[in-house]
């Protein structure tokens, strides 16, 4: 649990007792009526560490704590080495964006030819060894979707350009080659792209929302939700090879070069 979480928030019943005296007031006798006051004056309380715990809090909280506890603390699978997230390309990026190239044409009702997520988004490495529940949402604490994209050869050739100005991102379905900043070889699946072909990318919904200052292209283009989160759709892929005995693995491939 991070250092924001173990913060010390005003307690429920305090708040509930506050609402109360408001809702009263503004009742009056049965007539609405306006409150006028002066002279107010305001004073800042910290809610942090200082202030000590409630008990009758701590105690109502116990049991939904240890049942999450035992939920979080759930080994879901086992990784063969340590995977890490890194520019341009490292194990964990390859492994989520294959897992969501995978997922996407199991869900979509046409093939989908490249994946990709951002590093912002992937917040922790996966350790060598056993997998918790937990770690897999400190790797993927948000609740983004993954979602399927229209997108023409030039967008996709625009894209890859975008990544390279990032200096690399989560990939999968495409290959690419940048000298001296510019690109100079980008394939998908391996074939030479075609600027009139229509292309299907799978991404999340935050990277695909219009307006963004990076990946500009990906809030440009049609996109179907596929109803799974990118991080339910990572836990499902970790107990899928663990029911099948196998530890997940990745392995740097030279997708991103840059020379």
Same mark, same amino acid.
């Given at each position: 649990?991070?250092?924001?979480? /173990?913060?010390?928030? !005003?307690?429920?019943?305090?708040? %509930?007792?506050? @609402?109360?005296?408001?809702?009263?007031?503004?009742?009056?006798? &049965?007539?609405? /009526?306006?409150?006028?006051?002066?002279?107010?004056?305001?004073?800042? !309380?910290?809610?942090?560490?200082?202030?000590?715990?409630?008990? @009758?809090? =701590?105690?109502?909280?116990?049991?939904?704590? *240890? *049942?999450?506890?035992?939920?979080?603390?759930?080994?879901?699978?086992?990784?063969?080495?340590?995977?890490?997230?890194?520019?341009?390309?490292?194990? #964990?990026?390859?492994?989520?964006?294959?897992?969501?190239?995978?997922?996407?044409?199991?869900?979509?009702?046409?093939?989908?030819?490249?994946?990709?997520?951002?590093?912002?988004?992937?917040?922790?490495?996966?350790?060598?060894?056993?997998?918790? #529940?937990?770690?897999?949402?400190?790797?993927?604490?948000?609740?983004?979707?993954?979602?399927? %994209?229209?997108?023409?050869?030039?967008?996709?050739?625009?894209?890859?350009?975008?990544?390279?100005?990032?200096?690399? =991102?989560?990939?999968?379905?495409?290959? %690419?080659?940048?000298?001296?900043?510019? @690109?100079?070889?980008?394939?998908?699946?391996?074939?030479?792209?075609?600027?009139?072909?229509?292309?299907?990318?799978?991404?999340?919904?935050? !990277?695909?929302?219009?307006?963004?200052?990076?990946?500009?292209?990906? &809030?440009? $283009?049609?996109?179907?939700? !596929?109803?799974?989160?990118?991080?339910?759709?990572?836990?499902? =892929?970790?107990? *899928? $090879? *663990?029911?099948?005995?196998?530890?997940?693995?990745?392995?740097?491939?030279? /997708?991103?070069?840059?020379?």
């Amino acid at each position: 649990m991070n250092k924001f979480m /173990r913060k010390k928030r !005003l307690p429920f019943w305090i708040f %509930l007792f506050l @609402l109360n005296i408001i809702a009263w007031q503004c009742a009056g006798t &049965g007539s609405s /009526r306006l409150i006028l006051t002066e002279n107010l004056t305001s004073t800042n !309380l910290a809610i942090d560490s200082t202030i000590s715990n409630d008990i @009758l809090v =701590e105690n109502l909280i116990i049991p939904y704590r *240890q *049942q999450l506890n035992q939920t979080m603390n759930k080994i879901i699978g086992y990784a063969e080495k340590e995977l890490r997230k890194g520019r341009p390309e490292a194990p #964990l990026n390859n492994f989520i964006a294959e897992l969501m190239l995978k997922r996407a044409n199991a869900e979509y009702s046409k093939k989908v030819h490249i994946a990709i997520t951002n590093l912002g988004g992937i917040r922790a490495s996966i350790p060598k060894g056993p997998i918790t #529940l937990g770690k897999i949402y400190e790797v993927m604490p948000f609740e983004n979707e993954l979602v399927v %994209l229209e997108m023409t050869g030039e967008q996709v050739i625009t894209l890859a350009k975008q990544i390279g100005e990032r200096n690399g =991102e989560a990939i999968a379905g495409m290959r %690419l080659t940048f000298r001296n900043g510019q @690109l100079i070889t980008l394939t998908v699946q391996g074939e030479k792209v075609d600027p009139e072909e229509i292309y299907y990318v799978v991404t999340t919904d935050f !990277l695909s929302n219009p307006g963004r200052s990076s990946l500009q292209v990906l &809030g440009q $283009a049609k996109r179907d939700f !596929l109803g799974v989160l990118i991080r339910d759709a990572i836990i499902d =892929e970790i107990r *899928q $090879a *663990q029911s099948r005995g196998n530890p997940i693995t990745a392995e740097v491939d030279g /997708r991103i070069v840059f020379e």
